[in-house]
């Protein structure tokens, strides 16, 4: 019967069964997965219910990929991924790709039947504590829990199981303690859903030849829309600089078993002493090059003696030892500055209106300081990767983590040094008032300091010759005619009650301007010189002079009437010039 009818239907029936057998050992792919999962462990969504909320989510996920293409991989922005969502769906397709794709490479995890058992674990979990993330992603996998972590690491080393407890997940984890301490990441969880998915993308993948995932994948596993990706960036920047196990080469990040070069760099940076620390940072402070609209700065001076006592406006940059307490009056910086403001040496300080003080804020020092330890160890594990035997990955690593180091110096550099306290004196008999101005901007910092002077008033680059007049008449010449060019640029170089020029430039324009002006009734006339015995002024310009102003010790200014006056009589005759 083998050659008739029921012989070959005979055989197909076995073509049928061995072909079903065939098919049920190949292993499913990740597309195929998706269906599988979906079907063995949720409800299928009907069209009349949850096919709305799930369109919403896969909209909200495509539209933060496209909106933000420099933070993640390129594909995720192409229709095709947006169907990815939608048939993953409550799943993330980068689960079921490090499911199927990394994890199905050991030898031990059974690519569908693995997947399946690792996640009605994470689902159950998940649900058990009333996890509100739109999808299931790298990150949701809640290591923490033992039958979750029990299911990964058994296909793994038992090397790994340290590596989850300090660095990856747990109630004594790195990075559930940084969540704590920044409240920023805690909200989110940030550096636990990095570690998470640090953790998903490379452990099984550790001895490949190109370990690691890329940044962006990282932000894949993590970030949901209405997240910002800058504080998952700034997550995983912490963990690389503060976690024992994690390996960082470029942009690619990943988890090992044996411990980084970071451990010996953070006890480094722990032991360095604190004038050691303080010394670098001064020379981190003195390749501030920028002067902006000073005419000097004084970088970290260690007396009043280091600062010069000049008639030109000068920026002072207090050292980290000088610390400022916002809105206090006796911080170690205000003291500094007083102490530099009245004296220079042994003596007093003459041109006090010439100095304003940029100071550190006591808030970020701490911070500034840690990031100069940093940058000490790195450093000098770059420079001794011999003695050390360090591998050619790990003195790569030194180098670069060094050069971020410097980097991280840069920004916090900006943010410390952004208190400038300028003196001033509202009333001439009164006290000494320190105004307190916060910096903001990029900038060097002197240009940032002389910025923000100029916007408030505190500094004068361009001075009108009305402003001018109202000063001596306020101050300088109430019960006098005149008064010498070159003692006023000494009164406004000395005195706080009055503007604070840049550089006797200003005046000398300022004046320029009102002698050149043809009414000079808002403004002064200006003579050569005052003869005391002859009871006139010689040399006496008429308005609209524009030759020039000399600023020299017979040179003055004088009041309008008077100069008109004098000229008035020495058009008729009564005077000679």
């Known amino acids: 019967e083998i050659g008739g009818k029921g012989g070959r239907a005979a055989v197909d029936r076995l073509r049928n069964i061995f072909g079903r057998m065939e098919s049920m050992w190949r292993p499913a792919t990740s597309v195929e997965g998706y269906e599988i999962v979906r079907r063995r462990l949720f409800q299928p969504i009907a069209e009349s219910d949850n096919h709305v909320a799930r369109d919403a989510v896969v909209m909200a996920y495509s539209e933060m990929y496209r909106n933000n293409p420099q933070d993640f991989p390129g594909g995720c922005r192409e229709a095709a991924y947006s169907r990815m969502l939608r048939d993953s769906y409550p799943i993330h397709p980068e689960l079921f790709e490090r499911m199927y794709g990394t994890w199905s490479t050991l030898d031990k995890f059974q690519r569908t039947r693995g997947v399946l058992r690792l996640m009605a674990m994470v689902i159950s979990v998940l649900w058990e504590r009333n996890d509100s993330g739109l999808l299931i992603m790298p ?56 570690a998470r998915t640090i953790y998903m993308g490379t452990a099984p993948t550790l001895h490949g030849s190109n370990p690691g995932i890329d940044d962006r994948d990282v932000k894949l596993g993590c970030v949901q829309p209405g997240e910002s990706t800058a504080i998952f960036g700034d997550a995983l920047r912490k963990l690389t600089d503060t976690a024992t196990f994690l390996y960082v080469d470029g942009s690619r990040y990943w988890f090992s078993t044996q411990p980084s070069v970071t451990r010996l760099a953070q006890e480094r940076a722990a032991n360095y002493e604190q ?96 990031a100069v330890r940093d940058s000490l160890a790195w450093s000098s594990i770059a420079a001794d990767w011999e003695g050390l035997n360090l591998n050619a990955f790990q003195t790569n690593q030194a180098v670069t983590k060094k050069d971020q180091a410097k980097d991280v110096i840069k920004v916090r ?74 003692q006023l640029w000494e009164y406004l170089a000395s005195y706080l009650y009055l503007p604070r020029l840049k550089n006797k430039g200003v005046l000398l324009d300022a004046v320029q301007a009102g002698v050149g002006d043809m009414m000079i009734d808002d403004t002064f006339g200006y003579a050569e010189k005052w003869d005391e015995a002859q009871g006139r002024y010689l040399g006496l310009k008429s308005p609209g002079y524009r030759q020039g102003i000399l600023m020299d010790a017979d040179s003055v200014l004088i009041k309008p009437e008077i100069a008109l006056k004098q000229l008035a009589n020495e058009r008729q005759g009564t005077g000679v010039d």
């Open 413 to 486: 550099l900006f943010e410390t040094y952004s208190l400038l306290l300028a003196p001033a004196q509202p009333d001439p008999r009164g006290p000494t008032v320190w105004q307190e101005m916060r910096l903001l901007g990029n900038h060097a910092l002197a240009i940032r300091a002389s910025n923000k002077l100029i916007n408030e008033e505190n500094l004068i680059v361009k001075m009108g010759a009305t402003r001018l007049r109202l000063e001596l008449d306020n101050y300088l010449w109430k019960e006098k005619n005149h008064i010498g060019l070159k």
């Open 139 to 194: 990150s949701s996998v809640p290591i923490d829990d033992p039958k979750v972590q029990n299911e990964l690491t058994y296909y793994l080393d038992d090397a790994w199981q340290p590596v989850i407890e300090k660095d990856v997940d747990g109630p004594l984890s790195l990075p559930l303690q940084l969540d704590r301490d920044f409240s920023n990441w805690g909200r989110m969880s940030a550096c636990r859903r990095v």
């Open 275 to 370: 004038h050691l620390v303080w010394e670098e940072l001064k020379k981190f402070l003195r390749e501030q090059r920028e002067r902006g609209d000073f005419a000097g700065i004084h970088i970290a001076p260690d007396t009043s003696n280091d600062v010069e006592d000049e008639t030109s406006t000068r920026l002072v940059i207090l050292g980290p030892e000088h610390p400022h307490y916002p809105k206090s009056d006796d911080s170690p910086a205000r003291i500094q500055a007083e102490n530099i403001l009245l004296t220079r040496g042994n003596g007093q300080r003459l041109y006090r209106n010439m100095l304003v003080f940029l100071v550190p804020d006591n808030n970020r020092l701490k911070e500034l300081e840690q």
